[in-house]
């Protein structure tokens, strides 16, 4: 683990100081004030602060790119479907607004999301040592090796998770790697609205602060304790008032990283807390919240604080979803077999599904995979399937009956990693493991496609509840069937 503190002094100094607790690596290698950790969700903070940089550059005349015909200037009130014409029908669940805020920078600044951070954020303040590619951080010695708690609550190392080819995707959420020295540079920008205190260079305009760290929503309409207010979220930051001071935080979880931030404006005082090791513990968050009960000189035992450190208790800031009901399930055979074969969806790819039986070239390593890891179902009513993806390798399919399925995902190590080469389980997100249901459609004995229902929470509930499963379904994967079916009137092949 590693901590930074900063502080801006009345005089414009910048006082920092560090400490850095247990290993980086398997073989002993001490934490340090340079070990470098995935900040998962913090990156947020650096996406919307460099939104508000393309939005000064469109101000000053300074884009690149023009705006379409019809739009005249990009602001914080700018629609989505006026930045991109053309028709389409905008549906953004909860968090993945971050990786619509990244397209737009992308579009409109004329090169990928990283190199405009790196170019407008990074290189300015000296992040030398932060990064978005794993593959640079560990060509430095620094980077530290990560630490999971898996399905069946014992600690495992995992890999860094976010490969290569899905770094431009997963930038935008939770993609910088950074270290305790270069969080603090951030963060006293941050404190100083925008200005690097070392260089007095402005990286971004006070009003992007200003707009980034104002609460735009309610997230608790009473204080949780009586020394803290209502709780509100701005761009990124959690808001409210502890006592006479205003306190901004986010907590940034990823597979086998967490992250903790905590600001005191008013104090000009920051810290960052980053572990090697994800779950539900409460350490990160802890020991700044320490520091800043010395630094602020608040009593110890101060219950807000407490209160405080559980804000954000929950290890991954990722929406969980329970198994539904299925409507107007069809009638079909229970004998799962009739289910194995290759499905494919336009934009999600194709996967094989395979039953405890099948004894393809493709299904056996899979199945192999699944039985090392204990994860075959013993009754007989699971079919299954690689689904190498960024946040799982496989995919289980369990039949409740008349041709519905509870689906999970899965991250199998079936030969473990690093020194322990026990196989284990790892789940990325809350909600993966019998969180969806699958609706399959049936015609005359036989399986046309599935479909999964209820991923993304419409507001105004389900989108339809008639006609065709395929209708009705958030993602339609449809069978390849032989040629000879393909027309058969009547089934449910749209």
């Known amino acids: 683990m590693s901590i930074g503190v900063v502080r801006l002094t009345e005089a414009g100094n910048v006082d920092t100081d560090y400490g850095s607790w247990g290993i980086m690596a398997e073989e002993g290698e001490a934490a340090s004030s340079a070990t470098m950790y995935g900040i998962g969700s913090c990156s947020k903070a650096i996406l919307a602060s460099a939104v508000g940089i393309l939005m000064d550059d469109f101000a000053q005349g300074h884009n690149v790119v023009p705006l379409p015909p019809n739009l005249a200037e990009f602001t914080w009130d700018t629609r989505i479907k006026d930045l991109f014409p053309g028709g389409s029908e905008w549906r953004l669940p909860d968090s993945w607004m971050y990786m619509v805020g990244s397209h737009i920078i992308a579009t409109y600044s004329g090169m990928p999301y990283t190199s405009f951070v790196k170019k407008r954020i990074f290189d300015p303040l000296g992040l030398n040592t932060t990064t978005f590619f794993a593959d640079e951080a560990q060509l430095t010695g620094h980077l530290s090796q990560s630490w999971s708690i898996s399905a069946s609550g014992a600690r495992r190392r995992v890999p860094f998770w976010f490969k290569a080819e899905s770094v431009e995707a997963m930038a935008r959420p939770g993609g910088v790697i950074s270290t305790a020295k270069d969080m603090t540079k951030w963060l006293a920008t941050v404190l100083k609205w925008g200005v690097d205190p070392y260089t007095n260079r402005s990286i971004f305009p006070p009003s992007v602060y200003e707009e980034t760290s104002t609460a735009q ?41 967490l992250t903790f931030i905590v600001l005191v ?123 190498p993806r960024v946040w799982t390798s496989h995919m289980s399919m369990r039949h409740r009956g008349n041709g519905i399925f509870t689906v999970s995902f899965h991250t199998l190590f079936p030969n473990g990693l690093g020194w322990d080469t026990t196989p284990f389980v790892h789940r990325a997100l809350l909600g993966l493991n019998g969180g969806y249901l699958a609706e399959s459609s049936i015609y005359n004995g036989q399986v046309n496609g599935f479909g999964l229902m209820d991923v993304i929470s419409y507001p105004e509930g389900p989108r339809t509840t008639r006609g065709s499963i395929s209708k009705r379904a958030d993602v339609w994967f449809k069978k390849v069937l032989p040629p000879w079916y393909a027309h058969v009137a009547g089934s449910d092949l749209s």
């Open 217 to 257: 929503s309610l997230i608790s309409g009473k204080g949780s304790d009586p020394n803290i207010s209502i709780q509100g979220y701005g761009l990124v930051w959690e808001r409210f008032s502890l006592r006479e001071h205003e306190v901004l935080l986010y907590n940034g979880p990823m597979p086998g990283f």
């Open 265 to 387: 404006p008013s104090a000009k005082v920051g810290v960052v807390g980053l572990t090697n090791v994800d779950g539900d513990q409460d350490v990160y968050r802890n020991i700044p919240l320490r520091i800043l009960e010395n630094v602020l000189r608040l009593s110890y035992r101060l219950p807000s604080l407490k209160v405080l450190s559980g804000l954000m208790s929950s290890p991954l800031p990722y929406s969980t979803q329970a198994p539904g009901t299925a409507s107007s399930p069809v009638s079909s055979p229970t004998d799962i077999d009739i289910f194995v074969g290759m499905y494919t969806n336009p934009g999600y790819g194709s996967l094989d599904l395979c039953s405890p039986r099948s004894k393809t070239r493709y299904c056996l390593p899979v199945l192999a995979s699944f039985s090392r890891c204990g994860e075959l179902d013993a009754k007989d009513r699971t079919l299954y399937a690689a689904w």
